[in-house]
């Protein structure tokens, strides 16, 4: 077996902790530094999972280690600095979604990364949930036949600010934060899109940004699909964090519903994710895609190959999200081609 290669992992943050346990189930790597601005951050981690070289200061840390990759970590204010430290360093980078803070940040730190002939992986792990993926799979092995309307919903009132409070500061929330996950679910399964039509609502007076948003994607496929995603919707059971599916094609139609079931041509399969080690509920779905995700991203640096969910993939998730609002804003369908 060829030698683990050597990562770090920048932002010690709330959804790091997943990385880092993905990470150390994984035996084609090892994490062998740590960096995080945010002393108490960075020295609970590093204990948590004995990591004994730490940075305050990315800068540093590309200086002092000889890194096979980087994994960012940290919020989308940092990424263009960092992926550039990182293409600049010649390592392979793994980079949180979103991406970028717009489409200009975004080409640039693909060319970046492009130039310095490394992989650069996003790390969107939704179209990489085990259910999501039979879902996926399905559809590209042609079961329902040419796919004409496609449904993905993620609706829920769980509070997701007390882990991650800056989320109710920002301008923008829920298609930049979570809207991205489920059009990439819709780009994954139904292919790109070439316009859209949305709508935003904000529902929790107590926050900044939009809670509510519903999109119509005309995807080039011919199908057409309907996206939508709440953080404001009281439902009983609650079904966060699980995208809800639906589609048809020619020949069939399916269903993935509440609790993780399939339904298609009048059988019901249970999809539930395994509970690993180190998950709980009702994360465990996406901590399982962590895992997942991580381990694509370690067979394609063998392979020599792109991933699924490369820094150039993402660009058309992202340019969903910025279509979306724009859509929104002036209340007009969006040509993808204009941004
Ligand atoms: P967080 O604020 O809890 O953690 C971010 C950490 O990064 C902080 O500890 C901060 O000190 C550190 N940091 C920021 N800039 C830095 C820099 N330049 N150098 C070193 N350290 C720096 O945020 P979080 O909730 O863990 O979210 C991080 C990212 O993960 C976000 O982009 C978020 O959207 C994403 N996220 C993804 C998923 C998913 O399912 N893929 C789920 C939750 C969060």
Redesign the pocket.
């Given at each position: 077996m060829s030698k683990p290669l050597n990562g770090a992992v920048?932002?010690?943050?709330?959804?790091?902790q997943?990385q880092l346990h993905a990470w150390a189930a994984l035996p084609g790597a090892q994490i062998v530094a740590l960096?995080?601005?945010?002393p108490v951050?960075?020295a609970e981690t590093a204990s948590r999972f004995g990591i004994v070289r730490t940075y305050?200061?990315?800068a540093e840390m590309f200086v002092a280690e000889r890194l096979d990759f980087v994994d960012i970590?940290?919020?989308?204010?940092?990424?263009r600095?960092?992926v550039e430290m990182a293409a600049q360093a010649g390592v392979h980078v793994i980079c949180?979604?979103?991406f970028a803070a717009n489409m200009t940040d975004a080409r640039a730190m693909v060319a970046a990364v492009e130039a310095a002939g490394k992989t650069l992986m996003v790390?969107?792990?939704?179209r990489w949930q085990s259910a999501v993926r039979r879902v996926i799979e399905i559809v590209r092995a042609g079961t329902l036949g040419e796919v004409f309307f496609g449904r993905v919903s993620f609706r829920s009132g769980f509070d997701v600010f007390s882990?991650?409070p800056?989320l109710a500061e920002g301008k923008r929330f829920i298609i930049e934060?979570l809207g991205i996950?489920t059009l990439d679910i819709a780009r994954a399964l139904f292919g790109d899109v070439i316009r859209t039509a949305a709508t935003t609502r904000r529902i929790n007076p107590s926050i900044n940004g939009e809670d509510v948003a519903t999109m119509l994607l005309t995807h080039r496929s011919g199908a057409t699909s309907v996206v939508d995603c709440s953080y404001a919707t009281k439902r009983i059971p609650e079904t966060f964090p699980e995208s809800l599916i639906e589609i048809d094609g020619t020949l069939g139609s399916l269903r993935l519903d509440a609790g993780y079931q399939l339904v298609m041509q009048g059988c019901v399969e249970d999809l539930s994710p395994p509970l690993l080690a180190w998950a709980s509920r009702p994360w465990h779905n996406?901590q399982e895609?962590?895992l997942i995700i991580q381990r694509h991203f370690l067979e394609c640096i063998a392979a020599g190959a792109a991933p699924e969910t490369s820094g150039r993939d993402n660009l058309q998730t992202l340019a969903l999200v910025e279509a979306a609002y724009l859509s929104a804003a002036e209340a007009r369908t969006v040509d993808l081609a204009t941004l």
């Open positions: 920048i932002g010690c943050g709330f959804f790091a997943n960096c995080d601005r945010d951050r960075l305050a200061d990315a970590a940290t919020t989308v204010a940092s990424h600095p960092l949180q979604k979103p790390h969107e792990n939704f882990g991650q800056y934060d996950h996406i895609s962590v």
